[in-house]
């Protein structure tokens, strides 16, 4: 694909993320997609000549962003000390499942994945292999005697809290003050659950 094609599919991919976060899977349309990225309905599928294809390219351009982001948050931690490496992955999930466009697309992603036929299960899992195989990394530097299996469901638990605060928190409390207590709460029950400790 050319350069101007690279472009033009992102194009693309950015508003079909836009319309999914903001009006939800519902509206996930090749049409309002096109609408969207003000193109026409011929353009948008020369790139992703079906729905499915715009869900997995939307699939891929999560599964880029999320891992440009952990190396970014490693590149900035810059720390040699274990336990800080584990906080800064820890910090940087806490701080991105509050945002309430994460929350939106990830909601509506979710949905989105399960309207495919026999490889959401697939894309689903692939897409949290990112999240368990960044929190193996900072386990296994924390507690280099645990083996692999243990440590990969230290992570898979620790990937659970990071989901599932991201689904409940807006039901716990409005007031920044308890949201606050709540993540550092969710931060000293994810270095026990790291340290095999819980």
Same mark, same amino acid.
């Given at each position: 694909m050319?350069?101007?094609?690279?472009?033009t599919?992102?194009?693309v991919i /950015? #508003?079909?993320?836009?319309?999914?976060?903001? @009006?939800?899977?519902s509206?996930?349309?090749?049409?309002?997609i $096109? *609408? &969207?990225?003000?193109m026409?309905?011929?353009?948008?599928?020369?790139?992703?000549?079906?729905?499915?294809?715009l869900?997995?390219?939307l699939?891929?351009?999560a /599964? #880029?962003?999320?891992r440009?982001?952990?190396a @970014?948050?490693?590149?900035?931690?810059?720390a040699?000390d274990? $336990? *800080? &490496?584990?906080?800064a992955?820890?910090?940087?999930?806490?701080?991105?499942i509050?945002?309430?466009?994460?929350?939106r697309?990830f909601?509506?992603?979710?949905?989105?994945?399960?309207?495919?036929?026999?490889?959401?299960?697939g894309?689903?899992n692939?897409l949290?292999a990112?999240?368990?195989q960044?929190?193996?990394?900072?386990?296994?530097?924390?507690?280099?005697?645990?083996?692999?299996?243990?440590?990969?469901?230290?992570a898979?638990?620790?990937?659970?809290?990071?989901?599932?605060?991201m689904?409940?928190?807006?039901?716990?409390?409005p007031?920044?003050a308890?949201?606050h207590?709540?993540?550092?709460?969710a931060?000293r029950?994810a270095m026990?659950?790291?340290?095999?400790?819980?």
């Open positions: 050319s350069p101007t094609g690279k472009l599919a992102q194009r /950015d #508003a079909a993320r836009a319309l999914l976060t903001e @009006e939800g899977c509206e996930f349309s090749m049409r309002n $096109a *609408a &969207r990225a003000s026409r309905l011929s353009n948008v599928q020369y790139y992703f000549p079906t729905r499915d294809d869900i997995r390219a699939f891929i351009d /599964d #880029a962003r999320y440009s982001a952990y @970014e948050v490693m590149r900035a931690s810059a040699t274990r $336990a *800080a &490496r584990f906080e992955v820890i910090d940087f999930n806490l701080s991105d509050i945002q309430p466009r994460t929350r697309f909601l509506q992603f979710w949905a989105l994945l399960n309207s495919l036929d026999r490889e959401s299960d894309l689903l692939d949290y990112i999240d368990i960044q929190l193996s990394e900072r386990i296994a530097e924390l507690t280099p005697r645990a083996g692999a299996a243990e440590v990969r469901r230290r898979t638990l620790l990937a659970a809290l990071i989901e599932g605060l689904v409940v928190r807006g039901a716990h409390s007031k920044a308890e949201m207590r709540l993540t550092a709460g931060k029950l026990q659950i790291a340290l095999g400790r819980s």
